[in-house]
């Protein structure tokens, strides 16, 4: 099928391509409208970006007072602090809980370091037992001097 000259014609078509090309490898575009209008564009984007970077520096020196709305926001953000602050402490509280001791009257107080300290109004604790050899306690009293 190439025997009928088709062979000769895309020789001479890819010489004109070629030619071509090399021609125009000596061309150079210095400046066009649309080149002007992008150089317009980013100059005017510099000057912002400038601004930008200029009023963040001025603001550096500046010092907020504390206002009435931030006042607020403070208080709301302590607030929701210590109430995350009880969540916490209250599954400590739940994992000392005795169920056993609670429910069937274990006597005594329970196993914990708050009944071990001294009062503060200076009196001493006193314990009565209900029966003797029973082990069973009545609500502690405190005797003052």
């Known amino acids: 099928m190439f025997g009928l000259g088709q062979t000769k014609k895309k020789k001479e078509t890819e010489a004109k391509v070629k030619y071509t090309k090399a021609k125009l490898k000596d061309v150079t575009i210095t400046e066009t409208v649309e080149s002007n209008v992008r150089s317009d564009q980013h100059d005017r984007d510099q000057k912002y970006k400038q601004t930008i970077r ?8 500046v010092t907020q007072e504390e206002t009435g ?8 953000a302590n607030r929701e602090k210590r109430w995350k ?3 916490r402490n209250q599954v400590k509280k739940n994992s000392k809980f005795d169920m056993a001791r609670s429910l069937f009257g274990g006597g005594g107080a329970p196993a914990s370091a708050d009944y071990d300290e001294e009062p503060s109004s200076g009196g001493e604790y006193i314990e ?6 029973s082990g069973d306690y ?4 405190i005797v003052e001097d």
Request: proline share 0%; hydrophobic share 20%.
């Open 54 to 61: 200029q009023t963040k520096k001025n603001l550096k020196d």
């Open 138 to 141: 009545v609500e502690e009293e």
């Open 85 to 87: 602050e009880t969540g």
């Open 128 to 133: 009565e037992e209900i029966s003797e050899g």
């Open 69 to 76: 709305e931030m006042a607020i926001r403070k208080q709301q």
